[in-house]
Structure formats: structure tokens, C-alpha cells
């Protein structure tokens, strides 16, 4: 069992920036591949980014060139580095953690992109 905390959502205005980031509950977080979705109201949960145990990436287009995953396995964390935001960004973050079969998701962060 893996248990994710998400932390560092938020409110900010167009053109902002934020930096939600989560945190693992296990030691071995660095053979999970790690990724960020999110789910705005009245819509279905769609991926973000993601990142493979060995660090390659991966983006949705909506978000290329203004958002970047990371990971620090020394710290168990992930996370999303948001620029340029978007009132379309606006949405409840999801954390994901997968190897193999196995799937955990954290409790998610509010973003809210607002003037």
C-alpha cells in the first residue's frame, strides 16, 4: 500500500504560477512511475503529466511548454511545477502512483485559476 499527499494547491490569478507537490508514504517511491491528472466539475478525470521511475516525461498538449513534472526519490515527492496558468487549469489535482498492476491516488488538491 502506497498512501499520497498532495499539497501546494490553491488560488491564483491568470498567468500565475503554482507548485502542488506529493508526497509518498514508502521508501521505494523510486521504482513507481509517479503522474498528475485532474478532474474539473462536470468533466472526467483526464492525465496531466507523468513521469517513469527513470525520469522520462510525459505531457498532455494542453499543458506543454507551461508545466513541468519532476521527482526527488530522496524525498519521496513529486511534483507539478504550473506556469502561465490558465482559467481552464482550474480543477481538483490528482497524485498517482503505479508499478505494475498495483494503483494508488491521493486525496487531490484544489487549483483554481481566477481573477
Known amino acids: 500500500q502506497v498512501q499520497l499527499v498532495e499539497s501546494g494547491g490553491g488560488l491564483v490569478q491568470p498567468g500565475g504560477s503554482l507548485r502542488p507537490s506529493c508526497a509518498a508514504s514508502r521508501s521505494i517511491f523510486s521504482i513507481y512511475a509517479m503522474g498528475w491528472y485532474r478532474q474539473a466539475p462536470g468533466k472526467q478525470r483526464e492525465v496531466v503529466a507523468t513521469?517513469?521511475?527513470?525520469?522520462?516525461?510525459n505531457y498532455a498538449d494542453s499543458v506543454k511548454g507551461r508545466f513541468t513534472i519532476s521527482r526527488d526519490n530522496a524525498k519521496n515527492t513529486v511534483y507539478l511545477q504550473m506556469n502561465s496558468l490558465k482559467p481552464e487549469d482550474t480543477a481538483v489535482y490528482y497524485c498517482?502512483?503505479?508499478?505494475?498492476?498495483?494503483?494508488?491516488w491521493g486525496q487531490g488538491t484544489q487549483v483554481t485559476v481566477s481573477s
Open positions: 513521469i517513469s521511475s527513470g525520469g522520462s516525461t
Open positions: 498517482n502512483a503505479r508499478f505494475g498492476a498495483a494503483q494508488f
